[in-house]
């Protein structure tokens, strides 16, 4: 959440123009794999753990070729309903994001995949973040129920 959070706050710092894109990006990125590495170690114990290492593993790869941005795809931000953000992104960048071009590299690994009920758009590589979150709380509950049958 903290990661979010930070990434989260220097887009918009981004978008209000306190800070500019080419030094909020490297920051952003460094703090999301800092602490989502942090968090994967201390439960690296839990083998849902490995479905998030291997999504935030796409999503370093996409970032870390396009620059230090995670390219969208401008229809998947129509799809998703986020015609507003996609004008801004057609006028300017944030720390984060950038459109898919001619250019974009791994673009099939890029934030292509519409929510329109979330009014988001994400990545394979979050798509992975998301299961591996569900598949941690099944499996964290599955423990504690065992724990709990094993002291009865």
Known sequence: MLAAGIEGGLAWS????????????????TAV????????????????IWLAVFGLVLNTLVIWA???????SAQALKDAGLEDFLR????????????????TRL??????????FMKKVISPGDAFIILAVIFFFLETTQQVMRERKASE
């Open 14 to 29: 981004t978008a209000q123009g306190w800070i500019s894109p080419s030094v909020a990006a490297p920051l952003a990125n």
């Open 33 to 48: 794999v800092l602490l989502a590495g942090y968090g994967f170690w201390q439960n690296r114990h839990l083998r849902s």
């Open 66 to 72: 396009n620059g230090g941005h995670m390219p969208v």
């Open 88 to 103: 801004f992104m057609q006028n300017s960048s944030d720390a984060v994001h950038n459109l898919i071009g001619p250019h």
């Open 107 to 116: 673009w099939f690994l890029s934030d292509v995949i519409p929510l329109r």
